[in-house]
Nanobody, 115 residues
Framework: QVQLVESGGGLVQAGGSLRLSCAAS????????IGWYRQAPGKQRELVVR???????NYADSAQGRFTISRDNAKNTVYLQMNSLNSEDTSVYFC?????????WGQGTQVTVSS
């Protein structure tokens, strides 16, 4: 069983920054990959960025150059630093971990960007 708890969402003005956190209930080294996804109202959930165990990253075009994923292995936590936010970034952001072929999701954290 894997539990993922996201935090750090909130309301921010356009151009601002937020840092999201995803705390895992087990060592993040055990995951084949862990990443961030988001879902806006009426839209499908989409990849923001994921990082593999080897450290390779895969960013969505919309996140490239503005968002950065990082991890603190000692804290079993993955972060998403989001800069230059705009209204299109308004979504619920979810953390997802891949473990032995199964996907585990957090409950999500709301990010709202006001223009």
């Amino acid at each position: 069983q894997v539990q993922l708890v996201e935090s750090g969402g909130g309301l921010v003005q356009a151009g601002g920054s937020l840092r999201l956190s995803c705390a895992a209930s087990r060592s993040i080294w055990s995951f084949s990959a862990i990443g961030w996804y988001r879902q806006a109202p009426g839209k499908q959930r989409e990849l923001v960025v994921r990082i593999s165990m080897s450290g390779s990253t895969n960013y969505a075009d919309s996140a490239q150059g503005r968002f950065t994923i990082s991890r603190d292995n000692a804290k079993n936590t993955v972060y998403l630093q989001m800069n230059s936010l705009n209204s299109e970034d308004t979504s619920v952001y979810f953390c997802k971990a891949d473990l032995y072929g199964m996907d585990y999701w957090g409950q999500g954290t709301q990010v709202t960007v006001s223009s």
